[in-house]
């Protein structure tokens, strides 16, 4: 069975940072892309960046020059380095990735993260 789990949310003040981990385990035969989205309160859940197993990145307008994703593929993990945080970035952030098990591709979620910004 393929998890992810994540760490590293918290609480933050305005400008500040925080670096998000994601992890895959379980019996993994490759790893297309991982990525984070984001859940505000009454908000749908959106695309925050993603990262293929090339390297390829896409973010969201909303992020850019502010978060970067980056992956090591050896230890199956994601990270996201979020910079100069506002309020607004206030939500549960999800770790995605699409990974193949033992025979098919899945698409897998984490359980989420909080991160609230607020002085």
């Known amino acids: 069975q393929v998890q992810l789990v994540e760490s590293g949310g918290g609480l933050v003040q305005p400008g500040g940072s925080l670096r998000l981990s994601c992890a895959a385990s379980?019996?993994?035969?490759?790893?297309?892309?991982m990525g984070w989205y984001r859940q505000a309160p009454g908000k749908q859940r959106e695309l925050v960046a993603h990262?293929?197993?090339?390297?390829?990145?896409n973010h969201a307008d909303s992020v850019k020059e502010r978060f970067t994703i980056t992956r090591d593929n050896a230890k199956n993990t994601v990270y996201l380095q979020m910079n100069s945080l506002k309020p607004e970035d206030t939500a549960v952030y999800y770790c995605?990735?699409?990974?193949?098990?033992?025979?098919?591709?899945?698409?897998?979620w984490g359980q989420g993260t909080q991160v609230t910004v607020s002085s």
């Open positions: 379980g019996v993994i035969s490759s790893i297309y892309t």
């Open positions: 990262i293929t197993s090339g390297g390829s990145i």
């Open positions: 995605n990735g699409q990974i193949r098990g033992t025979t098919d591709w899945g698409n897998y």
